[in-house]
């Protein structure tokens, strides 16, 4: 009942006096790893192709699943994640900078995708899917994707920071509207985006399982990140009356539902190439199970599933801010290692290869930094939750 | 006051109607403010917030189904892994008889966990109700009938050691609680 | 503001501001004793004469699919179209069908109740009677399916003389598991949310059969609070427990077909496309029944109401979404493979002589709930009724395409076979919606359909702070 609500909070806006210098930091430190990455781009293209990839999908994902999030919320009316919603949707604008930082790839797209090279094509399973994989459709497939990512995301967070304004309900159904008419658009933007960039990378292989299984480590990963901007932000001073124990409940108990489903949709894909056993599927497997990847894979097995869901199976850890923020990190560490093993064997076949981490370190470090200065923008640009939504009340008032 | 059942018997507690939820649930915060301990409210339906009300922890079942689900698991994990990799180590379409087969034992593993788990949560929920059980004092009051129809019943049992006949009845009475009964078993 | 907006009456807001009131769950300022009153007295008015109508064509076919049981085990399998190479038919494709069904009741009792969606209390009850019921009838098929019906044991993995032991490898054994186990964990969440509205039974009862009928089924439930504490706990966790065993049946049922590598069966995304499409069935099925349930206990559509029916739409359209992209991945990746094998699966579904169950299915499970976008068609019972008869059909269609058209082309010419019912299929699969209707017309006879004590909890009344002022 919301007339239990407390009495209505003040609009909240960010003050760039909590980052300060650090937000020139964060550029400076971008720009130094763009140089580093720049000069390891002309050292080593095919490495540096492959750690951009990795570091590139990983906060694809992220910024995917913000956008994934917003438009959930929208679809089913939700009224817990009113307060959280503005967060979710700074993050799916992110989606701009991501297109943007897909340029390089476009470069460096033959070290990747070795379906693009010269010397496959007259690779007879090539040519049986070259109405699909050919560089036009392709090139027109990436200006898609970016495209709806940016329109929905773009049209959701701005009818919802115009409803900051003057509080009407209509920019609430014209969201519903958006919503609904991208919601299908979206999952198969996801999905192709996977096909194309990642199960590309071996164009022999292919997965029915593949856009759900990104999509899974996509939904977890930003819910994940959620929670870690939330918490800042509390303990910058914000939403101290507005974001409760409660909405981190919530919170908790989709990071536990999605490291299940995740843990399900890894395992039925695994299951069912191990079980059936054709060799045309299992190469996949069988890259990613030896030489110094299997660590990894065994270890991706406990650590992604077994230790968040232990964890997170009982209530007090839920409810605990700072053990929420624990488990949001190691949780987005495992997705890194995910994105990295999903990658990284498309090129080194014997395991983990040290030489590469000093790639993929400057390409996180330079994609992380960005996408965190424009985020701390973004941040200011408006209330830091949607002040005037109908569904304010409820949300705040929210009790589980 | 009224009397509920033999009144050579035992008495129960003394109980009180209420009309509302809401009525009920601040009864119920009086009361455990007041000290009592052996008392009980009685709703259609669950209240939200009752246990707080009632100063009462949260339900133990909780914590006893990891157990039954633990005991489902390793159930299954011997159930599957001896017969098949200890007793008779067979190799069936191509896959280990090791530890790694286990993805083709996980369905059986995962389903035998949620199977036990189910079991502790409906027995352990019946055990720590005490149920079955088709005999209870406050049976023996008509209108207690009702408290599975739209009335909310409360009582505070006679076993509780503050419990003294006549300021219990005013207290309840303060509460704004009606047909105030003395019950008794029978 | 929700405030503002609540000061004007209804008729003075926006559409807009309509729009997103959230509708009352119950109509009419209903009370808890109305709620009561009605729903118990469904169960205990006299037999009125539609249900001795309706239960006796049920009757009928119960027993005829009684007869094709017991001519099926003392003649053989054989009596049904089943050969090689389409060792699965109809048997499967039924089994499959019943126990998708099955999987919207769960849905509603517990991932709708994981989610707080308040909407399911008016439902659930009915949705999880159909979940048992669905399931038996699903269990016969397997059960006959084995060909010696009497070494069915065999199945359970039970140390016998011979001292074999069951293929825990085998995804017909997991079968096994996850269907026994879906069935006794529903009759367990099913029987738990009964007991306090046994008990209103129980307090209400007239009669000494009735007192001691629903007496004993309420093992002395008294709703205290003390008991609700543990009871909530339970739920809770039953819905907490159900919610990865729903997932799990029917991924383990699409494993059946999954484990193997036959084109059209082997694909990765069956576990999750199956579960959707079991959803989608399920709840196109609780939809035909609750809205006649409704039609001829007009008063309950204070309790379930249009929105309920409206919100059921949406599920509908969603989950056959999902459905339609599975669909789409299977043909697009079935190109993509490049295997001559894969791609010769489709096509021969799409336009071999199976054809028009293959677009029957395209058109049932993906087009025509396409409709369910226009309010109008969400919000018209008899509307939704009969759009609800394609999702029905559709998904029956769909196992028939994945099981039966895809064995009757083998990877030889040689081994290609056409299938063909025989009587006794035909006659199996009306029976077992005879026993089907005839379960649940003794449910509604003899058990609440609607859980009185939930609907009960979501009245603004029961809300502890109702019409306090802060």
Redesign the interface.
């Known amino acids: ?4 609500a407390p009495a209505e909070p003040k609009p909240e806006f960010f003050d760039y006096k909590h980052v300060g210098g650090r937000f020139l930091g964060l550029v400076g430190l971008a720009a130094v790893a763009f140089v580093a990455v720049l000069v390891g781009a002309v050292l080593d293209p095919k490495q540096f192709a492959f750690s951009y990839l990795f570091a590139f999908f990983f906060f694809l994902t992220i910024c995917m699943g913000g956008l994934f999030w917003t438009l959930v919320h929208h679809a089913v009316d939700a009224e817990w994640s009113v307060v959280v919603r503005r967060q979710m949707e700074n993050l799916a604008s992110l989606l701009v900078v991501m297109a943007v930082l897909f340029i390089p790839l476009f470069f460096v797209r033959e070290e990747l995708w070795k379906w693009m090279r010269p010397e496959n094509a007259h690779d007879p ?1 090539l040519l ?2 070259a109405a ?1 994989l050919n560089l036009p459709f392709f090139t027109f497939r990436v200006i898609f994707y970016f495209a709806f990512f940016i329109l929905c995301g773009g049209l959701l967070r701005a009818f919802s920071i115009a409803q900051d304004r003057d ?4 920019y ?2 014209l969201n519903r509207r958006v919503t ?1 008419a991208s ?2 658009l979206f ?2 933007c996801l ?1 192709f985006a996977a096909v194309d960039w990642l199960m590309g990378l071996d164009y022999h292989w ?7 299984y990104i999509f899974a480590g996509t939904a977890l990963s930003s819910m994940c990140v959620l929670v870690l901007i939330i918490t800042a932000l509390r303990s910058a001073g914000y939403l101290q009356n507005v974001v409760t124990v409660e909405h981190y409940h919530i919170m908790g ?1 989709l990071m536990m539902a999605f490291t ?1 489903f995740w843990a ?2 890894g ?12 060799p ?1 599927e299992t190469v996949y497997f069988l890259r990613r199970n030896t030489g110094t990847w299997w660590y990894g894979s065994q270890f991706m097995v406990v650590g992604h599933f077994f230790v968040p869901f232990l964890m997170l ?3 007090r850890g839920k409810k605990t801010p700072l053990f929420l923020c624990g488990m949001a990190s190691w949780i987005l560490l495992m997705h890194m290692l995910d994105m990295y093993i999903i990658v990284m064997p498309a090129y080194h076949k014997a395991g983990f290869d040290l030489s590469a981490f000093l790639f993929d370190i400057p390409c996180l470090i330079a994609i992380g930094c960005t996408l965190a200065a424009v985020f701390l923008k973004r941040l200011g640009e408006s209330a830091l939750y949607p002040v ?1 939504d ?2 304010l ?1 409820q949300s705040l008032a929210l ?1 589980n | 006051m009224d009397v509920a059942g033999d009144p050579q018997s035992k008495a129960f507690g003394l109980a009180a109607e209420f009309d509302s939820a809401s009525q009920l649930f601040h009864a119920a915060e009086k009361i455990r403010d007041a000290g009592y301990k052996k008392f009980d409210v009685f709703s259609p339906f669950p209240i939200h917030g009752m246990d707080d009300a009632m100063g009462l922890k949260r339900s133990l079942l909780g914590k006893l189904i990891f157990f039954g689900g633990l005991t489902g698991f390793l159930t299954a994990v011997g159930l599957t892994f001896i017969p098949s990799s200890i007793i008779y180590p067979l190799i069936v379409m191509g896959k280990p008889t090791n530890l790694y087969t286990v993805p083709a034992f996980f369905p059986i593993i995962f389903e035998l966990t949620i199977l036990f788990s189910a079991f502790t949560a409906v027995f352990g929920m019946l055990i720590m109700n005490g149920l079955p059980r088709l005999h209870h004092p406050m049976f023996n009051w008509e209108r207690f009938k009702k408290v599975s129809d739209d009335k909310f019943f409360c009582v505070i049992e006679a076993r509780d050691p503050k419990f003294a006949e006549r300021d219990v009845k005013d207290f309840l009475q303060s509460l704004g609680g009606q047909n105030i009964t003395r019950v008794h078993g029978d | 503001m929700a405030d503002a907006s609540a000061a004007r009456t209804t008729a003075e807001l926006t559409p807009a501001e309509q729009a997103v009131i959230r509708p009352p769950l119950v109509l009419n300022k209903r009370t808890y004793g109305w709620i009561g009153n009605y729903v118990s007295s469904i169960v205990e008015d006299k037999t009125p004469i539609w249900w001795w109508i309706c239960l006796l064509p049920c009757v009928l076919l119960t027993a005829v699919l009684g007869f094709c049981i017991t001519y099926l085990i003392s003649t053989g399998v054989g009596v049904w179209g089943n050969n090689h190479p389409v060792g699965w038919a109809w048997d499967i494709t039924n089994f499959v069908f019943w126990i998708g069904i099955g999987h919207a009741g769960t849905l509603i009792s517990a991932i709708l109740f994981l989610t707080r969606q308040k909407w399911r209390t008016s439902i659930n009850r009915a949705a999880e009677a159909m979940t048992l019921f669905a399931v038996i009838c699903a269990a016969i098929y397997p059960g006959l399916h084995v060909g010696r019906v009497w070494m069915a044991w065999f199945l359970a993995p039970v140390p016998n003389a011979n001292g074999i032991w069951q293929n825990f490898r085998s995804p017909l054994l997991w079968d096994v598991f996850a269907v026994s186990t879906y069935f006794t964990v529903s009759v367990l969440f099913w029987y738990t949310g009964l007991i306090p509205d046994l008990a209103t039974l129980r307090d209400r009862a007239t009669t000494k059969i009735k007192k001691f009928f629903y007496g004993t089924l309420a093992l002395g439930w008294r709703g205290g609070n003390r008991q609700w504490r543990h009871y909530e706990m339970a739920y809770l966790l039953l819905a907490g427990l159900s919610t990865p065993l729903v997932l799990s049946v029917h991924s383990v049922v699409s494993f059946d077909f999954a484990t193997s590598v036959i084109p059209g069966w082997h694909t990765t995304i069956f576990p999750p496309y199956f579960v959707a499409g079991a959803i989608f069935g399920g709840f196109a099925m609780v939809l035909t029944i609750m809205i006649p349930a409704c039609a001829i206990y007009k008063p309950l559509h204070d309790l379930v109401t249009v929105s309920h029916v409206d919100k059921m739409c949406k599920v509908i359209l969603f989950t056959g979404s999902i459905v339609g992209y599975a669909y789409i991945m299977e043909l697009f990746m079935a190109w993509y493979s490049a295997n001559p094998y894969e791609r010769a699966a489709f096509w021969y579904r799409a336009f071999g002589p199976f054809w028009w169950a293959y677009w029957s299915m395209m058109f049932c499970n993906v087009i025509a709930p396409q409709i369910f976008w226009f309010k109008y068609f969400r919000t018209h019972l008899v509307w939704v009724w009969i759009i609800c008869q394609f999702p029905n059909a559709g998904m029956w269609y769909e196992r028939f395409v994945i099981i039966a058209t895809t064995l009757s082309r083998d990877f030889l010419p040689s081994a290609w076979a056409q299938f063909h019912p025989t009587w006794v299929d035909i006659w199996m699969f009306i029976g077992t919606f005879g026993l089907f209707g005839t379960l649940f017309l003794l449910f509604i006879r003899f058990l609440p359909m609607i859980c009185m004590f939930e609907v009960k909890a979501v009245l603004p009344e029961a809300d502890p702070h109702h019409g306090e002022k802060h």
């Open positions: 009942m919301s007339d239990h399973l049986e899917k699909y509080g009407s309900p209509r609430t159904i609904f919601a299908l999952a198969v999905t292919f997965s029915t399982m593949w856009g759900v108990k299940i399900y949709i395992f039925s894909q695994y299951m069912l190439i191990w079980y059936a056993n054709i045309e199976l009982f209530q005037r109908p569904r009340p009790k």
